[in-house]
C-alpha cells in the first residue's frame, strides 16, 4: 500500500484504535471529538465508511480485521520521533502544509485536502523525503547552475531582505557584495527577494513524550530556477547560513537537524 485517502471520521477511528492523544500539525477537532455522543457518532461513521473502502475486511468468526499496512502509518503518525513540517507560502497569504512524521526508518505523509480528506502515504526513505520536499516547495535541486554558500549576520541579512522590500535593489546587492555574493549569483539572489517563485520553509520537530520539545527551520526562495536555503548556523547563534539548493543539500540539511536535535535532547 503506497497511500490512503481518508475521511475525518474514518481517521478518528483509526486514531482511537491506536491510542493517540494527539496528531502533531493538525488541529482538526473532528479528529478527536470530546463529548461520548460525538464520539459514539463519529466512530460508528468511520467504522462504516472504512468498511465501505475495504480497509476492514471480515475475518474468521464473523471478527473484523484492519488492513495492517493502514494501521501501521496511522501509529507512526501518532507516536513519531520527528515531525517535518514543509510549507509553501501562496498568493493572497495562503499556506500549503505537507506533514512527514519520522519513527525509525519509518517516514510518513499527511496532508489535508481542500474537500475535508486526508491523504496518508509512506515515504520510502530519508533521500525520497528531501525529493518530497523540493516537489512541495517546487524546486529542481538538480538544475542548480553553480554552488554557493556563506555566512551572513541575522540582522545584516534582516537589512538586506528590508531593502529588497523598500525597492531599493541596488543597495541590497552592495550589501551582498561585501561578503563576496555578486555578479549572477547576487543579482539570482536579489531577483528571488524581490519576487520569489517559490516561498516557504521546513521545519523539524523532535518530540519527547508527545510533545514538541525542540526544532530547527529553514527558509526557502527562488526565482527562475535558481533555489535559495537561509537557516541560523546553531540555535547559539544570530549567524545565518545562505546557499544555493542543489542535489544533496536538502538530505544533508534534514539530516543535519536531526542530528542536532537529537544531540541537544540527549545533553539536557
Known amino acids: 500500500m503506497d497511500g490512503a485517502k481518508l475521511e475525518a471520521a474514518e481517521l478518528a477511528y483509526l486514531l482511537a484504535t491506536v491510542r493517540a492523544r494527539g496528531l502533531v500539525g493538525v488541529e482538526d477537532p473532528r479528529l478527536f471529538p470530546q463529548s461520548q ?91 525520497a523525503l528531501a525529493k518530497r520536499i523540493a516537489e512541495m516547495l517546487a524546486i529542481d535541486p538538480a538544475s542548480q547552475p553553480t554552488s554557493v554558500e556563506f555566512t551572513i549576520g541575522g540582522p545584516i541579512i534582516g537589512a538586506v531582505k528590508g531593502l529588497v522590500a523598500e525597492g531599493k535593489g541596488e543597495q541590497a546587492a552592495a550589501t551582498l557584495k561585501s561578503f563576496g555574493v555578486n555578479g549572477s549569483n547576487g543579482d539570482a539572489m536579489i531577483k528571488a527577494l524581490q519576487a520569489p517563485d517559490t516561498n516557504g520553509q521546513f521545519v523539524v520537530t523532535h518530540l519527547i513524550n508527545g510533545q514538541v520539545e525542540d526544532g530547527r527551520r529553514a527558509s526557502i526562495f527562488g526565482k527562475e530556477g535558481r533555489a535559495w536555503m537561509m537557516n541560523r548556523v546553531d540555535a547559539e547563534s544570530t549567524a545565518v547560513r545562505v546557499q544555493t539548493i542543489g542535489p544533496e543539500t536538502l538530505t544533508s540539511m534534514v539530516e543535519d537537524f536531526i542530528r542536532y536535535l537529537t544531540q541537544a535532547a540527549k545533553a539536557a
Open 37 to 127: 455522543a460525538d464520539k459514539d457518532a463519529t466512530f460508528a461513521a468511520g467504522l462504516k465508511r472504512l468498511k465501505e473502502h475495504s480497509w476492514l475486511k471480515p475475518g474468521p468468526n464473523g471478527s473484523l480485521r484492519m488492513d495492517d499496512a493502514l494501521l501501521y502509518l496511522v501509529a507512526v503518525a501518532a507516536e513519531p520521533e520527528f515531525v517535518i513540517f514543509t510549507i509553501r507560502e501562496r498568493k493572497g497569504n495562503e499556506r500549503q502544509l505537507v506533514l512527514h512524521y519520522l519513527a525509525g526508518p519509518a517516514v510518513v505523509e499527511l496532508a489535508a485536502a481542500p474537500d475535508g480528506t486526508f491523504n496518508l502515504g509512506v515515504i520510502a526513505d530519508r533521500p
